[in-house]
């Protein structure tokens, strides 16, 4: 058995960050590539629909 | 000394894809549960609708149409406002809430409840001033469809800011081809489908790594912790789209109202991150803790 299973190791405080990464980085894609058509088609809703 | 046993490589690579799959799971519980809510809990809606705030605002500009009135037609403002109060305003968003959610129900009622203004149009025909500046037989029509009617058009618009008559035409039609009330019942045990998976793969996790408990422990950890991140970047996204100010620029009224629906639901969403990530760094410590006493034994034994 490798010594090295046996060291408490300070990166695994940081795994959650290294399997969130994937999402965040979707997300933030999303929002850069398709954030303003998103915008544009909830607004364009919201004139259909709101009474001013 | 008994031989140290942990979960082999194999094992971790399995906890692994599993604990990638739980913190996707457990996101996906938490966003359910938050659409699920905003699409099904009257409640929600009634506190937000009947909110001191809001009231006051419609309370606001209701006050300034009948004042605008007041000076066309020649009529005491407090004969119009007397039937207009914050009870009677949040009575009637109770009742348009009722009415809207109904319209995702079985047998949806197309018309939106309109407000009764038959005691309104009697008492600004029996204003003095009124009176004094209408000719008689001009009265009943000033007082009913110009008078009376657009008081009850400005309290519809006040409580239900959005075209009513796009909803009563168009929900009927969407009625006929989808099924939106079963969706609806689906809808509900999303966030229920999500929990199950979760515990499922919890348990899966506690199973490839039977052979050291606090492995499990570092797994589900890390997946829990990185839902709760995942959470608050949904949050940060919806926070970036700012829809609440693109209603801003056309109603400020549904603007304060759709704030403090987002603010209900980042409040639940949050506690909900914050449990998880709690629960997620207490497992990982419990984990670290562990493999720290293994490390002092090894070395102990080596020595």
Redesign the interface.
Known sequence: MSKKQFRPRRRTWLAPLAYALPVMALAAAALILWGDQIRDLIGIAVKLAVIS | MSK?R?PGRAARLVSGVL??LL??TL?STCLAWQVNRVATDSDLHGEIATDSRITAMQMERVRQRVAELAGEYHFREETAMQFITEESLAEYSREVIAWWMGLLGENPETEAPQWDTSELEQAIREDALFQEHTPANMRRTTARDLIAYEIGMEIN?AVL???SD?LSIAMPKVLEKVAVPVYMRYLAMVPILCAGASAVLALLILLATLRRASKAA?YIG??L??????IV??GV?VY????TG??GE??TL?AAQVSLLTKRVALQSGLFAAGCLAA?LAL?AL???D??R??RI?RSVQA
């Open positions: 140290i942990l604990a990638f913190m996707l996101t618009r800011p959005v075209r796009i570092r890390i997946a912790a990185a839902a709760a991140l995942c970047t949904v996204v970036l789209l700012d829809i693109m209603i056309i109603s549904l997620g990982i984990h670290q803790k493999m720290r293994l490390y090894r």
